[in-house]
């Protein structure tokens, strides 16, 4: 039986996750997955490629179907996804205010509403980038491109932000840069579950690290403040457990699994990231 719902009665939470198993080719990419993910939390999901992260998240937000258990989570409306920039319409001539508009766009809203043009700058101005609005993405670095996705991703204010692996491909100043926006947005108590291959610049944001292995949570807890970790001193955790997190989070190795690659799906999600159509209904 799968099911997947808004949240229960319980307003603190987020995401829970029952049993949850996701297959793609009788292939079992999640296998019994047990989660719940509370309202304010700032959520690595860690492990290596092919470990199931993306195919977690996508389930969460509802891109993917259980082929088994539960998904309980907010209104999509209310979730702010921002997928891996690889996937995420690059090439596009688009500028950035255009680019953040079209999150403004949907299923069911094909014309960008009235105020769209202030709304677009808000959600630029919380990411660094008002002074950029009319620059073209591909002229953005990419760093600056992936806040852009950001951008885009708070334009309709959500209570949550998933962000796929946002430090990829991002030099060191822009890893900072990206960490520093996201600290803000933490610190407005938005709930943040990210996807990362290690911590990195935004180890002193993270509250709660979730390791994966070939489909299953092997670790969940606090986090390390460093990658490497010898004396565990965290509270409420364990020496033991907090060698074993940091020990899972820096060791694992890379490794490919098999797993078909479905990144058409969360492509599908940027479809949107054509320049949006200009209406008068724009101020």
Do not use: C
């Given at each position: 039986?799968?099911?997947?719902?808004?949240t229960?009665?319980?307003?603190?939470?987020?995401f829970?996750?029952r049993d949850?198993?996701?297959?793609?080719?009788?292939?079992?990419?999640?296998?019994?997955?047990?989660?719940?993910?509370?309202r304010?939390?700032?959520?690595?999901?860690?492990g290596?490629?092919?470990?199931?992260?993306s195919?977690?998240?996508?389930?969460?937000?509802?891109?993917?179907?259980?082929?088994q258990?539960?998904v309980t989570?907010?209104?999509?409306?209310?979730?702010g996804?921002?997928?891996?920039?690889?996937?995420?319409?690059?090439?596009?001539s688009?500028?950035?205010?255009?680019?953040v508009a079209?999150g403004?766009?949907g299923?069911?809203q094909?014309?960008?509403?009235?105020?769209?043009?202030?709304?677009?700058?808000?959600?630029?101005?919380?990411?660094?980038?008002?002074?950029?609005a009319?620059?073209?993405?591909v002229?953005?670095?990419?760093?600056?491109q992936q806040?852009?996705?950001?951008?885009r991703?708070l334009?309709r204010?959500?209570?949550v932000?998933?962000l796929?692996?946002?430090?990829?491909?991002?030099?060191?100043?822009?890893?900072?840069?990206?960490?520093?926006?996201?600290a803000?947005?933490?610190?407005?108590?938005?709930?943040?579950?990210?996807?990362l291959h290690?911590?990195?610049?935004l180890?002193?944001?993270?509250t709660?690290?979730?390791?994966?292995?070939e489909?299953?949570?092997?670790?969940d807890?606090?986090p390390?403040l460093?990658?490497?970790?010898?004396s565990?001193?965290h509270?409420?955790?364990?020496?033991?457990?907090?060698?074993?997190?940091?020990?899972?989070?820096?060791?694992?190795g890379?490794?490919?699994?098999?797993?078909?690659?479905?990144s058409?799906?969360?492509?599908?999600?940027t479809?949107?990231?054509v320049?949006?159509?200009i209406?008068?209904?724009?101020?």
């Open positions: 039986m799968t099911n997947v719902n808004q229960a009665a319980n307003s603190d939470v987020v829970q996750a949850l198993w996701v297959s793609f080719d009788a292939v079992d990419v999640l296998k019994g997955i047990n989660l719940t993910i509370y304010g939390e700032v959520v690595a999901i860690l290596a490629n092919g470990s199931g992260k195919t977690l998240i996508r389930t969460l937000v509802r891109i993917n179907t259980p082929t258990g539960s989570g907010p209104d999509p409306r209310l979730v996804f921002v997928p891996q920039r690889a996937n995420a319409g690059g090439g596009i688009a500028t950035a205010l255009e680019v079209s403004l766009l299923k069911r094909l014309r960008l509403p009235r105020g769209w043009r202030q709304r677009a700058l808000d959600a630029l101005q919380q990411v660094g980038l008002a002074d950029r009319s620059t073209a993405v002229h953005l670095s990419g760093g600056q806040r852009v996705y950001i951008a991703a334009v204010n959500p209570d932000l998933v796929d692996e946002p430090l990829a491909g991002v030099d060191a100043a822009s890893q900072q840069q990206l960490a520093e926006v996201l803000r947005l933490a610190a407005t108590g938005i709930t943040i579950v990210v996807i290690e911590l990195g610049a180890a002193p944001l993270i709660r690290a979730i390791v994966l292995n489909g299953r949570i092997i670790a807890g606090p390390s460093t990658p490497d970790v010898d565990p001193t509270a409420g955790v364990t020496g033991h457990q907090e060698n074993e997190i940091t020990q899972i989070i820096t060791q694992l890379e490794h490919e699994s098999g797993f078909p690659d479905m058409s799906q969360i492509a599908g999600l479809a949107h990231h320049t949006p159509t209406t008068a209904d724009e101020e």
